[in-house]
């Protein structure tokens, strides 16, 4: 996978929420299996217990973590609290509608992974500039809940051009391809599988989820089944065999592109 420089080889394919003035639920998100955790002082915590959360979640901080923690945010006093503390992997900015959004964290916080998360129409707009605007943006990705309701998305298929969008400005910056953003019944999981299906077939990899249950739908979603594994493999070896463009024996095409695809799909078995 491209990405700027410094991006992990296996980045998180599992996102997991967490209140952030809920300590014991972050403890147990920390242990569910979760490639990474990000704990959310924004719209999980009420107004009135966000100066706890945000104290609790420093403290939590203060030292490393073996998972990735990462951390939605809600304001500049977040920052101030946060920042430089060795347990942070990341800042999630929600409602980043412009460059300037990016601009204005990246300098108090240059050294800081920034994670832009676009959940409005102009979000959509900017987002090659946003995803852009600073070398500390390590991934953009989608505020689906809040972008529904301004653009009166009375079904799923009215997200596919926003997703598809983002997609597109993510590679096109060196990113990460994009997150998906979580599915919010957390007991339809079937529905969870289908949607993750099509997230994958849009360019999405891997997904936030608000609950330990979803995260095995996930995995198995956006992982290579064995028969795609199998297919990559004959690929990578016919490539080996012969350089350049040329025909399987069962009929299928094969050229530089599907290569890099096929090597792409045994880099991701081998998570498991």
């Known amino acids: 996978m491209t990405g700027r ?14 209140p952030g003035d809920r300590p014991d639920v972050v403890q147990k998100a920390l242990v569910s299996g979760a490639d990474a955790v990000i704990v959310d002082l924004e719209d999980a915590v009420a107004a ?7 104290s ?5 901080l203060a030292s490393p973590r073996p998972t990735p923690v990462h951390v939605r945010i809600a304001g500049k006093e977040d920052i101030a609290s946060l920042v430089g503390l060795p347990g942070l992997a990341g800042l999630r900015l929600p409602k980043v509608a412009r460059a300037s959004d990016i601009h204005r964290v990246a ?26 605007a600073h070398p500390a943006v390590r991934g953009i990705a989608l505020g689906e809940a809040d972008l529904r309701a301004e653009l009166g998305a009375g079904s799923d298929a009215g997200l596919d051009w926003p997703r598809g969008r983002v997609v597109v400005a993510a590679r096109a910056a060196g990113l990460p391809a994009p997150v998906q953003s979580v599915y919010p019944d957390v007991r ?32 198995r979603a956006y992982l ?11 690929i990578v070896e016919a490539a080996a065999e012969s350089a350049g463009a040329q025909a399987l024996p069962d009929g299928r095409f094969v050229d530089a592109a ?15």
């Open 48 to 54: 009135d217990r966000r100066e706890y959360a945000r």
């Open 56 to 60: 609790a979640t420093a403290e939590l």
């Open 107 to 132: 300098a108090v916080a240059p050294d800081t992974h920034l994670y832009a998360l676009l959940e409005s129409a102009l979000g959509i707009e900017n987002a090659h500039a946003i995803a852009t």
């Open 188 to 219: 339809d999981l079937e529905g969870l599988a289908a949607s993750c299906a099509h997230g994958r077939s849009l360019g999405f990899f891997g997904r936030s989820a608000i609950h330990p249950r979803q995260l095995p739908v996930i995995e």
């Open 224 to 234: 290579p089944t064995a028969r795609e594994v199998e297919s990559a493999a004959e």
């Open 5 to 18: 420089p410094g991006h992990a080889p296996h980045p998180p394919l599992t996102w997991l929420y967490a």
């Open 258 to 272: 599907i290569v890099a695809a096929a090597h792409r799909t045994l880099f991701l078995a081998a998570r498991r």
